[in-house]
C-alpha cells in the first residue's frame, strides 16, 4: 500500500473518498447494524413493540429443526455445486488446453453462459425438466425415471444444482483455462523426456501446480452456492418441496420478508454474516497468498 | 511435440463438443419454445423444430408481457434492466476510482480505517443485510425508484481493490515527473492516471454491465411497481401456476430477451471480460 | 554406440514457412557438438527436433543407429537441459531428479545410488531436500544436469543452459560443463548464440543461420578458416572486418592488422573510437586512401596496450595468409 510519492493535501483525500464511504455507511454498516439489533430483540405481533431478549433469538434458531435442516441443505447443495462445477470444468478447460484447432471457438462457446442470470438458469432448466412437459423430463421417463421435482425433495434439489453449476461452468472454466496456460511449456516437455505419459503428466505435474486456483475456486464457488444462487432457488423451487431446497439465504429472505419474523431473520442473517467473514478470511488469508514459484 | 495418441486429441474434442453441446442446449430449446404457440409449447414432447410465432410472441411480451402471468410490459422491463446494467458500472467506477486514488496517493488521518472500512463491505453482500437494507430504503422514499435499485449498488470494495492494485503498478516516476512539470494531484489524476486506467475501466465495465443486469434479490425487494421491474424479474412473475398452466412459450421468449444483451456484451467483449473477471478475483 | 546422424533434416511450419532448410551432420559417439547461430536461426528448433518436442517434416535423425523421427521423447533414450531449468515447483531436488526413474519403475535403490552419485558429481548432496524456489540461479542448473544424468542417456541435449546466468557464473559452469563432459564421455548436442561457449566447449560446431548450416567444422578450423561472410562475421570478438573490393570481400581480423609506416601500409583508417581494455586496446574507424572502395568500411583493429593509438591516420599491414576472401554475391569463401 506504500507508494514512495504522495500529495500532501488536507482536505481534497476526504473529498475523494466520500461517495464511496458514504454509500457504504449508508447502505452497509448501518443496515448491518441495524441487522444485528434486530437479532437481539422480539416484537409483538403487531410490530409495536420490540424486547430485548439476548440470544435467545439465536437460541431458538439452535433448536428449530427447520433452521438446522435449511444448514444441512444449504451444506449438501454447496459441496455438490462445488465439486460439479469444478470437476466438469477442469475436464472441460484440460481438453481445451490440449486441442490446437477450434480453441478460440470452444473457448467462446463454452463462456457465454456467465451473461445468463442465476435466476433465468433456473428458469431455463425447470422448463426443460417441468414434470409435465419437460423435455428433458420426456427423456427421462423414457429411460423409466420417474421425474417429479415438485413432490420429490431430491430431485429438486437436483434441479437447482444442475441450474446453478450450468451457469458457473464457465466462470470455473476461464480461470482453469488461465491457471492451465500460465504453466511453462517446458515443464510438461521435461516430464514427457522423463518419460510422463499424458494421464501421469496431468495428475503429478499439472494438477499440483494448478492446486492454488483449484483453493481459489472451491472457495469462490462455496460463496456462490451460499449466496448468488437466490435467483436459482426464487425462480424454481421456493425452497421447496417442504424444505428439500430451502437453503439459508432463501430462509432469511422468506422468514423476513413472506413471514414478517424480523428477528429471526435478523438473527439468521447475523449467522450468514458469520459465514460470509470466515470464506472471505479463508479466502484473503490463504488463497490469496498466491504460491511463488 | 512427437505424440502418437491421435484417439486423444479425438477424444478432447469429443469431450468439447459433448461440452458445448450441454452448455447450448437449454438456449437452444429456449429458443424454439419462444417461436411456437403455446398449445405446441404445451405438447410433449415438444418439437425441437423452431416455430413460426417468432414476431407474434416477441411483441407480445414487448408490449403486453404475458396473459396469465404478468401483464408488464418487458419493453419497460429491458430500459429498466438498462438503466440498471448502465448506471450501476458508470457509478461504481467513477466513485471507486477516486476513492482509491486517495487511498493510494495520499497520506492522511483515517487512511487506513477508510481502506479496512471498505475491505469488510467484502464481506457483507446484501443477503446478509435484506430487511434492514430494505428499511433503509423505505425510509428513504427510494422505493421503487432507479436511485433506489441503483445507488446501494455502486459502493463495492473489489472495483477499489481492483484499482488498488493497478495504481501500484503504475511508476512512482511518473508522479515525480508530473509533480515537477507543475501537475497538483488532480491534474495528475486527470491527465495521466486515468489514461492508464482505460483498459482496467474497461474490463471493470464489462463484468459490472453483467452484474447490473441480472441483479435480482435486489429489484425483487424494493420493487412492487410494476413499471420498475426488471427484465430479470418480469420472467419470474410471469410464472404463476404449475407447469402446465405457464405460458412457457412466451416465458422463454422473455428469457431469451433477458439473456440477449450480457451474452452480447460477453461474446463481443471476450477479451475485456476475461480480463476483468481474472484480474478481479486477484 | 550413441552417435546422432542427422540427415537432410528439414521443417516446415506451413507450406510456405519453413525454418530448417537439409542440415545434415554426423555425430560420433562421445563427441560434444555446439550448434550456435544467432536469434532465429534455428538452433533450437533443430535440437528439439533430435527430442521429438518438435515434428521432422522431411528428412531423418537417428539415434544410436536407429531412426526416431517417429518415436516420442520418452522413447528415444535421450535426456534435455532447458534453459529456464524446467525443475517441477512443488517437487524436492531429490524428487525432481528421481522422477524419470520412478516413472520407469526402478527399484528405489537403485534410484537412489543414481540420484547420490549424481548429486556427488554436482555438488549437491546438502540440497536434496529443497524445493527450487530456495535454490540460487547455478544450483538450479545443477540440479537441472543432475536430472539429466540419473538418466544415463545415450544422448544430451542442452538448449542454452547458461544464458540465465550472470557472467562469472557462467564461466564456472563452463568449466563444469567441460570436466562432466570428460568424466561421463556421453554425446552432447549444445545449442548456444555465444560465440565463446561455443569456441571452449566444442569439439566441433555447427554454425547456423536462417536454417541452414553454414559451416560444420572444429572450432579453430572454423575460426581460421570461414567458409562464409557470415562466419566470419559471425566469430570473433571484435567480429572480421569484411571490406568491399569490387566483386569480391576481403575479410581481415582485427588482431591481424599491425601498425606501420605509411609507406609500406597496405591498408589505411581514419580513426574515430579508440577503446583501452587494458590488456589490449580497441581502435575503429574507417577505410580512407586509394583502393578504399565508397562506403567507406568500418575497420576494428587490436593493438597491444602499449601501442601508440589516437584519432587520425593509422596505417596498417597485414601478412598474406591473414587475407581472406570471399564471393561479394555469393558469400562463400574463395580459396587461393
Redesign the interface.
Known amino acids: 500500500m506504500e507508494k514512495r510519492v504522495v500529495f500532501r493535501s488536507a482536505w481534497l483525500p476526504y473529498l475523494l473518498v466520500a461517495p464511496q464511504i458514504a454509500i457504504t455507511l449508508v447502505f452497509f454498516f448501518w443496515p448491518a447494524a441495524q441487522a444485528v439489533w434486530y437479532s437481539f430483540h422480539l416484537q409483538d405481533a403487531f410490530g409495536l413493540k420490540t424486547q430485548f431478549v439476548g440470544l435467545q433469538n439465536f437460541a431458538f434458531l439452535f433448536r428449530d429443526g427447520k433452521y438446522l435442516a435449511s444448514f444441512k441443505v444449504t451444506a449438501l447443495f454447496s459441496v455438490l455445486v462445488a465439486f460439479a462445477g469444478i470437476a466438469i470444468s477442469l475436464l472441460l478447460a484440460a481438453m481445451a488446453d490440449r486441442v490446437l484447432k477450434g480453441a478460440l471457438a470452444y473457448k467462446t462457446l463454452l463462456i457465454w453462459p456467465y451473461a445468463v442470470a442465476p435466476a433465468v438458469a433456473g428458469v431455463l432448466w425447470a422448463f426443460m425438466l417441468a414434470p409435465s412437459i419437460g423435455i428433458v423430463t420426456f427423456v427421462l421417463k423414457k429411460v423409466g425415471i420417474d421425474w417429479n421435482w415438485i413432490i420429490h425433495g431430491d430431485q429438486a434439489m437436483l434441479l437447482v444444482v444442475v441450474a446453478a453449476v450450468w451457469k458457473q461452468i464457465s466462470y470455473n472454466f476461464l480461470f482453469f483455462l488461465a491457471g492451465l496456460q500460465s504453466i511453462?511449456k517446458?515443464?510438461i516437455?521435461?516430464?514427457?523426456?522423463?518419460?510422463?505419459?499424458p494421464g501421469?503428466r496431468f495428475w503429478?505435474?499439472v494438477f499440483?501446480?494448478l492446486s492454488p486456483t483449484t483453493f481459489f475456486l472451491l472457495v469462490v464457488n462455496s460463496v456462490y452456492a451460499f449466496f448468488d444462487t437466490f435467483g436459482v432457488i426464487d425462480a424454481t423451487t421456493e425452497g421447496g418441496p417442504g424444505q428439500a431446497t430451502n437453503i439459508l439465504v432463501y430462509k432469511v429472505y422468506h422468514d423476513g420478508v413472506k413471514a414478517a419474523d424480523l428477528g429471526g431473520s435478523s438473527a439468521q442473517s447475523v449467522i450468514l454474516m458469520f459465514i460470509v467473514i470466515t470464506l472471505t478470511v479463508i479466502q484473503f488469508r490463504f488463497v490469496e497468498k498466491k504460491v511463488?514459484? | 511435440?512427437?505424440?502418437?495418441r491421435p484417439w486423444l486429441t479425438f477424444l478432447s474434442h469429443a469431450v468439447l463438443i459433448l461440452g458445448v453441446v450441454v452448455v447450448a442446449f437449454p438456449l437452444y430449446v429456449t429458443f424454439v419454445a419462444s417461436t411456437l404457440t403455446f398449445d405446441q409449447v404445451m405438447q410433449v414432447p415438444m418439437t425441437l423444430f423452431p416455430g413460426d410465432h417468432l414476431l407474434e410472441n416477441y411483441s407480445q411480451v414487448l408490449s403486453a408481457g404475458s396473459h396469465k402471468g404478468s401483464k408488464a410490459a418487458v419493453s419497460a422491463m429491458l430500459f429498466n434492466s438498462m438503466v440498471m446494467a448502465l448506471a450501476i458500472p458508470v457509478g461504481k467506477i467513477s466513485i471507486s476510482v477516486i476513492a482509491s486514488f486517495a487511498i493510494v496517493y495520499f497520506r492522511f488521518p483515517l487512511r487506513n480505517f477508510f481502506f479496512w472500512m471498505i475491505f469488510v463491505t467484502l464481506m457483507l453482500p446484501v443477503e446478509v443485510r435484506i430487511m434492514p437494507t430494505f428499511k433503509v430504503i423505505s425510509d428513504l422514499g427510494m422505493l421503487n425508484s432507479y436511485a433506489g435499485l441503483t445507488v446501494p449498488l455502486i459502493a463495492s470494495a473489489t472495483a477499489t481493490f481492483l484499482f488498488r492494485q493497478f495504481f501500484m503498478t503504475v511508476p512512482d516516476e511518473l508522479a515525480e515527473a508530473a509533480r515537477v512539470d507543475g501537475a497538483g494531484p488532480m491534474r495528475f489524476f486527470w491527465d495521466v492516471l486515468l489514461p492508464l486506467s482505460k483498459t482496467t475501466m474497461a474490463a471493470l465495465f464489462v463484468i459490472q454491465f453483467i452484474y447490473g443486469w441480472n441483479q435480482y434479490l435486489w429489484p425483487l425487494l424494493i420493487t412492487t411497481d410494476e413499471s420498475m421491474y426488471t427484465t430479470v424479474i418480469g420472467i419470474k412473475r410471469m410464472i404463476v401456476g404449475s407447469d402446465a398452466a405457464n405460458e412457457w412459450n412466451l416465458i422463454m421468449a422473455t428469457a431469451i430477451l433477458a439473456m440477449l444483451p450480457p451474452a452480447a456484451v460477453v461474446v463481443l467483449m471476450q477479451k475485456w471480460f476475461v480480463k476483468g473477471l481474472v484480474e478481479t478475483e486477484k | 554406440m550413441a552417435a546422432v546422424s542427422l540427415r537432410d533434416v528439414r521443417k516446415s511450419y506451413t507450406a510456405d514457412l519453413q525454418v530448417i532448410h537439409g542440415v545434415s551432420m554426423e555425430i560420433a559417439d562421445g563427441e560434444f557438438v555446439v550448434i550456435l547461430g544467432p536469434s532465429g536461426c534455428g538452433k533450437s528448433t533443430l535440437l528439439r527436433m533430435v527430442?521429438?518436442?518438435?515434428?521432422v517434416s522431411a528428412g531423418e535423425i537417428a539415434i544410436g543407429g536407429r531412426v526416431v523421427?517417429?518415436?516420442?521423447?520418452?522413447d528415444r533414450d535421450?535426456?534435455?537441459v532447458?534453459?529456464?531449468y524446467?525443475l517441477?515447483?512443488?517437487m524436492s531436488v531429490y524428487e525432481n531428479m528421481s522422477?524419470?526413474l520412478r516413472?520407469?519403475g526402478l527399484p528405489k535403490p537403485e534410484i537412489d545410488a543414481r540420484v547420490q552419485r549424481a548429486a556427488g558429481i554436482l555438488e549437491l548432496k546438502n540440497f536434496l531436500d529443497r524445493k527450487?524456489?530456495a535454490l540460487s540461479g547455478g544450483q538450479r542448473q545443477r540440479v537441472a544436469m543432475g536430472?539429466a544424468i540419473v538418466?544415463e542417456p545415450q544422448v544430451f541435449l542442452f538448449d542454452e543452459p547458461l544464458s540465465n546466468l550472470d557472467a562469472k557464473l557462467r564461466v564456472q559452469m563452463r568449466g563444469e560443463l567441460q570436466s562432466l563432459h570428460r568424466r561421463l564421455g556421453i554425446t552432447s548436442l549444445y545449442v548456444t548464440h555465444d560465440q565463446v561457449e561455443a569456441m571452449t566447449l566444442a569439439q566441433r560446431m555447427i554454425v547456423m543461420n536462417g536454417g541452414r548450416a553454414e559451416q560444420i567444422g572444429a572450432p579453430l578450423e572454423v575460426y581460421a578458416r570461414p567458409a562464409t561472410v557470415f562466419v566470419a562475421g559471425f566469430i570473433g570478438s571484435p567480429p572480421m572486418n569484411l571490406l568491399p573490393r569490387g566483386e569480391r570481400i576481403l575479410g581481415l581480423r582485427p588482431e591481424h592488422l599491425e601498425p606501420c609506416a605509411a609507406a609500406e601500409a597496405k591498408l589505411m583508417i581514419e580513426v574515430d573510437l579508440v577503446e583501452p581494455l587494458g590488456g589490449d586496446t580497441l581502435v575503429y574507424g574507417h577505410e580512407t586512401g586509394e583502393g578504399a572502395a565508397e562506403g567507406r568500411a568500418r575497420v576494428a583493429v587490436r593493438l597491444p596496450a602499449h601501442a601508440p593509438a589516437g584519432n587520425g591516420r593509422l596505417p596498417l599491414r597485414y601478412g598474406p595468409a591473414q587475407e581472406h576472401w570471399f564471393d561479394a554475391a555469393s558469400g562463400k569463401r574463395i580459396e587461393r
Open positions: 511453462p517446458s515443464l516437455e521435461a516430464a514427457a523426456i522423463d518419460g510422463a505419459g501421469r503429478t505435474i499440483p501446480l511463488q514459484y | 511435440m512427437v505424440e502418437n | 527430442a521429438g518436442l518438435e515434428t523421427n517417429r518415436l516420442e521423447p520418452k535421450i535426456a534435455m532447458f534453459q529456464n524446467a517441477y515447483p512443488h522422477y524419470g516413472i520407469k527450487p524456489r536430472r538418466r
